[in-house]
């Protein structure tokens, strides 16, 4: 199982690399054009619209899945980043995990972060203009 998941993992990884490519952009642009351009040899027939329709839904739904797969693993590594400077910092260790907590909880903790920013601030500026006065 760990070698089908590690598989999968490069392999979206390749995918995600590519499909992010300019070359990639231009090879769909001229597939599409082509595609374009045959319209009159087929007659604008039902065939050759559905052969676009279908080609373009399949394509996309399987980018989901391998993008999603590229971004949950981006994610997971920025937070292990992130718990690693917490923990190796001044900053207090309840942050580490604060993606797990429930969405009233992080809007309890962003909160009185804001706040505490603020008041930051405020001392901030209070500094600031206390050595403008002295200056």
Partial sequence: MSNKSNFFSSFATAV???SGKPFTFVAALA?????????????????????????????????????????????????AKLDELILTSQAANKFVGIEKLEEGELREMSKALAEKAECVEEKADEKSAAEAASA
Avoid: C, H
């Fill in 31 to 79: 597939l599409v054009l082509v595609w374009a351009v045959s319209g009159p040899f087929f007659g604008y027939s039902e065939t050759w619209q559905l052969v676009i329709n279908t080609t373009t839904t399949i394509i996309t739904f399987l980018m989901v899945f391998v993008l999603q797969n590229s971004q949950n693993r981006d994610g997971k590594a920025l937070q």
């Fill in 16 to 18: 995600a690399d590519l």
